[in-house]
């Protein structure tokens, strides 16, 4: 069914002077990747640095150069088959890495113009060191960055010629419009000053009108963006004139056919959405970390209407080529920071467990580490204090989506670097020390799991040291903790008690949180600038990886769920598995 604006059949005559339709069928191989953060090397299998070990044993994957010779490569096929491409990055190319930490934006638009990609969208983390740091990205960058649903009427320093609603490609005479959106989450959990954010569909709705009205030549509408897998769906549901979204922000894992390393597949590649009118709209993401680059195959009918979509993320593993010349660039960069990268902080005995789909979903055992790690600051700051009890901080809380990577015992013997560190911690916090009422607390415990869904992966669910919690799921936000214990400061031998919604607890967190990240209002209410400390959260993670090494954090039951509600990924994979066990139990009962 033709999507809306197509022409009607009462101006079929008139249409045909002015609308171009496609002399025939038209193919379109997109190449996509997204949340890639700052993984400029090839990483571990788990995305965190590899190490020389992995690396002679042909172990490791993704990284830019290999991302280059798989464009490159994509790009040679699909002319030889006759076929036009676009190369586009959906957002979170910022953060994540040591080299980010040391030369943000710069190297960012130096290796990535190298990629040349056709357009980029913003991510959230894009904006994490403010408007400031965003422009000169945005100046130097040789590509488009679009988004599509910015108001910035009150931060016009991103009024950037490069930094557009959407993009209209002409490829072989057939007009392809991108479109950008970016979630409007980033108020909350990034630094964008002044910039209000809109509503993806509503914005994207309105730019294919706009863009309909200027070139009505154009037939093919791609939207790009990072909202998450959720809203791409929304998207493509809601806005008639879309033709496929290509997202990012979950890091969500499609794929179709037997998974090809260890990431569980959330969903098949492409993942249809069909609209009121019958149209079915393909929806892909790439996971993460330049660990897979996507590639979805589309042809077109005379119409601009979709009649066939496949393809599959590719993993890019020790089979892809590195691109030679942005190796050589990126050993350019290296030459400053290899000294401090390879210093050893500490040893582990245990995989250090940082999955976005863990830490931001339950308990993880480097989240229990890390908030281990703060109280172990302030208790031995207490002693030097001469305080009474063991502690005059015994809580400490770190949301799961600042924990960024893992640390793999297996990649260098159980060896910790300063490069892990800051892998896993890129944003350098300062720490906090604040004062909370029970009741404060427990709404922050409640905010933590407000909406959850074990399938969205929100950064704002809580690691903690400190406290013991339970959640209902099945209860209405606000009133899904059903028990919450927290460890007394001042008793000869710690102990958990019950929250008292009337009493005073000391709590350390980062500055992000403190000042309202992911949204903790009553964080934000109860910050004082005073109470910001002059040491910061990898500063204390170091310290105590080498007062501690070799570790072994484990899960400790600090988060429990009573009537757990499993995720749709696991569901799904349920699903896939029952008939194969329902086959093998008749066959085992068979006599």
Partial sequence: MAKSGKVTAVLACVAMLSVTTLADTFKLLIVHTNDMHSRFEQTSKSSGVCSEQEA???????????????????????????????????????????????????????????????????????????????????????????????????????????????????????????????????????????????DEVESIKAEAERIKEREPDVRIFIALGHSGFEM?????????????????????????????????????????????????????????????????????????????????????????????FILEELNKWKKNISLMADEEIGRTKVLLDGDTKHCRVHECNLGNFITDAYI??????????????????????????????????????????????????????????????GSDLLEVLEWSVFDYNADEHKGKFLQYSGLRVEYDLHKPNGKRVVRALARCGECRVP??????????????TTAFLAKGGDDFKVLKQNYRSQHEMDITDTDMVKEYFRRRSPVYPGVEGRTKFVNHIESAASIMRSSILMPFIISLATVLSTP
């Fill in 56 to 198: 002679a044993k042909n172990q490791c994957f993704g990284g830019f150069p290999r991302v280059s010779e798989a464009v490159t490569l994509a790009r040679a096929r699909s002319k030889m088959e006759n076929t036009q491409s676009l190369f586009l990055i959906a957002g979170d190319i910022y953060q994540g890495t040591l080299f980010y930490t040391i030369y943000k934006w710069k190297i960012v638009a130096k290796l990535t113009n190298m990629l040349r990609p056709d357009a980029m969208s913003l991510g959230n983390h894009e904006f994490d060191d403010g408007v400031k740091s965003l422009v000169p990205f945005i100046n130097n960058a040789t590509f488009p960055i679009l988004a599509s649903n910015l108001d910035l009427r009150k931060e016009q320093d991103l009024y950037r010629p490069n930094l557009k609603n959407s993009v209209v490609f002409d490829l072989g005479g057939v007009k392809v419009a991108v479109i950008g959106y970016v979630t409007p989450d980033t108020k909350f959990i990034s630094q964008a000053g002044e910039v209000e954010f809109l």
């Fill in 495 to 508: 102990i958990y008690e019950p929250i008292d919604p009337n009493k005073s607890y000391y709590v350390i």
């Fill in 232 to 324: 791409d769906q929304k998207i493509a549901a809601g806005v008639p004139d879309i033709d496929a979204v290509v997202g990012g922000h979950t890091n969500t894992f499609l794929y179709s056919g037997s998974k090809p390393d260890s990431e569980d597949p959330e969903g098949i590649y492409p993942t249809f959405v069909t609209q009121e009118s019958g149209r079915r709209i393909p929806v892909v993401q790439a996971y993460a970390y330049t660990k897979y680059l996507g590639q979805l195959s589309l042809e077109f009918d005379s119409q601009g209407e979709v009649i066939h979509a496949v393809g599959n993320p590719l993993l890019l593993d020790h089979n892809v080529e590195q691109d030679p």
């Fill in 376 to 437: 172990d600051y302030m208790a031995r700051l207490h002693k030097l204090n001469y305080g009474k009890g063991w502690t005059d901080t015994p809580i400490s809380i770190q949301n799961g989506g600042s924990i960024r990577a893992s640390i793999d015992v297996s990649s260098k013997g159980g060896k910790v670097t300063m490069a892990d560190l800051m892998a896993v911690l890129p944003f350098i916090n300062n720490m906090v020390r604040m004062s909370l009422k």
